[in-house]
């Protein structure tokens, strides 16, 4: 697979990750990997936040909604 | 989440259960007052509406434990309840070092709750609405009163086995469920000792009573230690026996 944002440059790169988002192809230029917190439990317990995070890669055009709406 | 803030939680919860709940109690016991309840098994809540004012009271209970499930479950697992606290540590679910703070910071909410209603409704809420303090009802014994106490409680307890301790449970209804669970427990049983079903939620009532020259009703306050504590155990430890595989 290629990367998308790259071919809509012109250019063929090889995508390395899926954005879980859109699902779009992207190579390490164009891609972010996020990490979110997870947390376990919950009533009657208190919640507790992991240790790990988990990591999550999308496209830099998501991210960018995910981050600046 | 330090000990400190999940106290806090369990404060202000308990707070907030006492204010709206028992609040409801005592503003019932003040509309009625005047009235001819019927009989000498009504003291005034039932001479408006008959088992509607305990429905109405019931529902009162109901919104401010779902609230309180709802806004501070995560925070501390607003247990707002000694006998639920102690039925998780019975069962080794909840641990040790963190009972006592727990219930003591319950029974202070719990207190803050009354005085804070007793504030907001003037000397008559304690006067004549007792601010909502729970007692065996005329003609029931010590016995019938920790029973009813144990039935109800053993009801809430084994729902918040069901509904939430259990992981197959499913997600999001707990806090719903529990609430209307203990309104409609109060439909039934409120008039028999009150349906308290927490050790805390008659301490706060009974304390601001004793203080602002209130009835005094501490002879009662072993019914709702041994009846609520009984019946959260025995639904614990008999939820864990049916639904172990």
Not at chain 1, 10 to 37: F, N, P, Q, S, Y
Not at chain 2, 33 to 55: E, H, T, Y
Not at chain 2, 85 to 95: E, H, K
Not at chain 2, 194 to 200: D, H, K, R, Y
Request: hydrophobic letters at 50%.
């Amino acid at each position: 697979m290629r990367c998308y944002l790259c071919a809509l440059d012109g250019k063929t790169t090889e995508a390395v990750a899926i954005c879980i988002v859109c699902g779009m192809g992207v190579c390490m230029d164009h891609l972010v990997r996020d990490e979110i917190e997870v947390w376990e439990g919950g009533y009657p317990f208190p919640s507790k936040k992991l240790k790990r995070k988990l990591p999550r890669i999308l496209c830099k055009p998501c991210y960018a909604v995910y981050h600046e709406g | 989440m330090s000990l400190a803030k999940r106290c806090l939680a369990e404060l202000i919860g308990t707070a907030i259960l006492v204010y709206f709940g028992a609040g409801a109690a005592a503003i019932t016991l003040m509309i009625s007052k005047g009235s001819s309840p019927p009989n000498p098994f009504n003291i005034g809540i039932g001479a408006l509406g008959g088992l509607g004012d305990w429905f109405a009271i019931g529902m009162a209970f109901a919104i401010a434990i779902a609230g309180v499930i709802y806004a501070l479950g995560r925070v501390s697992g607003a247990h707002i309840n000694p006998a639920v606290t102690i039925a998780l540590w019975a069962t080794r679910r909840f641990p040790s070092g963190d009972v006592v703070p727990y219930i003591v910071a319950q029974l202070i909410g719990a207190s803050l709750g009354s005085l804070l209603f007793a504030a907001s409704a003037g000397s008559d809420a304690v006067m004549v609405g007792g601010l909502g303090a729970t007692a065996p009802f005329p003609g029931i014994s010590f016995g019938q009163a920790v029973l009813a106490e144990a039935m109800g409680t053993f009801l809430l307890m084994m729902v918040i086995m069901g509904v939430a301790v259990d992981e197959r449970a499913p997600q999001g209804f707990a806090g719903l469920i529990i609430g209307l669970t203990v309104g409609g427990v109060i439909t039934t049983t409120g008039n028999i000792a009150g349906s308290s079903l927490n050790p805390a939620r008659t301490f706060g009532p009974y304390l601001i009573d004793h203080i602002m020259g209130g009835p005094v009703l501490w002879s009662h306050y072993p019914i709702y230690v041994i009846g609520p504590v009984l019946g959260a155990l025995v639904a614990a430890f008999l939820y864990d026996m049916l639904a172990r595989e």
